[in-house]
């Protein structure tokens, strides 16, 4: 299994980007993923995950409106397109699915919202 992210970058406050994953070494249409982050010092959490597909997503309460979670499985690639970017928002962000009982993550890209 492997999680490759891309997108990552400085941008202004209420700026946007695009986050990229791009999976191999499974079934990628099989499996449902999830785009998490992490501040240095605190906990990794999750941001959004979605489905099989594009129907069934999901947000935590502070990327609701502006973020959005969406995935190609012809292509094996989830997608987070984040908006009105707040500096709250800066932190590495990985993304992550479930296979066999066991979690796998990528190596995560930097987001950073400052002036």
């Known amino acids: 299994v492997q999680l490759v992210e891309s997108g990552g970058g400085l941008v202004q406050p209420g700026g946007s980007l695009r986050l990229s994953c791009t999976a191999s070494g499974f079934t990628f249409s099989h499996y449902g993923m999830t785009w998490d982050r992490q501040v240095p010092g605190k906990e990794r959490h999750m941001v959004a995950t979605?489905?099989?597909?594009?129907?069934?997503?999901y947000y935590e309460d502070y990327v609701k409106g502006r973020f959005t979670i969406s995935r190609d499985n012809a292509e094996g690639t989830v997608y987070l397109q984040m908006n009105s970017l707040k500096p709250e928002d800066t932190a590495v962000y990985y993304c992550?699915?479930?296979?066999?009982?066991?979690?796998?993550w990528g190596q995560g890209t930097q987001v950073t919202v400052s002036s």
């Open positions: 979605i489905g099989l597909d594009d129907r069934h997503t």
């Open positions: 992550m699915t479930h296979l066999g009982g066991s979690a796998y």
